[in-house]
Every structure is written in structure tokens, then in C-alpha cells.
Nanobody
């Protein structure tokens, strides 16, 4: 069984930055696709970005502002978020799996509990 724990969320002003971490336990995740999703109040969960080995893919809404990386030695994936906007406010989740299509949440097997990111204007 894989357990994912996110951290690093918080309150930040627009234009600021945050780094989220997702630490995995129970299994080495170096071969897994790791995804980041977010869910704002009243909205569906949406894809943010993913990393497969060292290859990354991002949603258009965050491309150029967010960066995903992984440290296999620490079994950890990071989401660095720069130039944050109020519309980035959401609960951010990391996920692990072998999705056929990385943007679809149902393709991931394991999920963290989420971390709140709030961007004030």
C-alpha cells in the first residue's frame, strides 16, 4: 500500500510563491507517474501537472508558472508554484499511478489527503 502526504500549503499574496511536497511511503515511486491535481470550492478536481520519470506535463493554466520535480532518493515529488493568482486557490492533491492519460484523475491509484493553498488578491 502506498501512502502519500502533501505539505507546504498556506496563505500567500498574489504574485507570491509556494513549494508543495508530496512524500510517499510504502513503496518506491520512481517508476510511477506522479500527478498534481487541485479542487476549488464548488468545482471539479482538475489536473495541474504530472511527471513521468523526468518528463513533465502541465495544464495550460499553470504552464510557465508551476514546476514539478521529483527526488527519488527521498521518495518525494515537489510542486513549485510561482506568480500565484487568486484563481490558484484550491486544495492541492498529489497522486500516483500508471494512468493511460495523465490528465484524468481516475487513472491514478493512490491519493494524498490534500493541502490547502489560498492566494489573496
Amino acid at each position: 500500500q502506498v501512502r502519500l502526504v502533501e505539505s507546504g500549503g498556506g496563505l500567500v499574496q498574489a504574485g507570491g510563491s509556494l513549494r508543495l511536497s508530496c512524500v510517499a511511503s510504502g513503496r518506491t515511486l520512481s517508476s510511477y507517474v506522479m500527478g498534481w491535481f487541485r479542487q476549488a470550492p464548488g468545482k471539479e478536481r482538475e489536473f495541474v501537472g504530472s511527471i513521468r520519470w523526468s518528463n513533465t506535463y502541465y495544464a495550460d493554466s499553470v504552464k510557465g508558472r508551476f514546476t514539478i520535480s521529483r527526488d527519488n532518493a527521498k521518495n518525494t515529488v515537489y510542486l513549485v508554484m510561482n506568480t500565484l493568482k487568486p484563481e490558484d486557490t484550491a486544495v492541492y492533491y498529489c497522486a500516483a499511478g500508471f494512468p493511460t492519460i495523465v490528465t484524468i484523475s481516475s487513472g491514478y491509484n493512490y491519493w494524498g489527503q490534500g493541502t490547502q493553498v489560498t492566494v489573496s488578491s
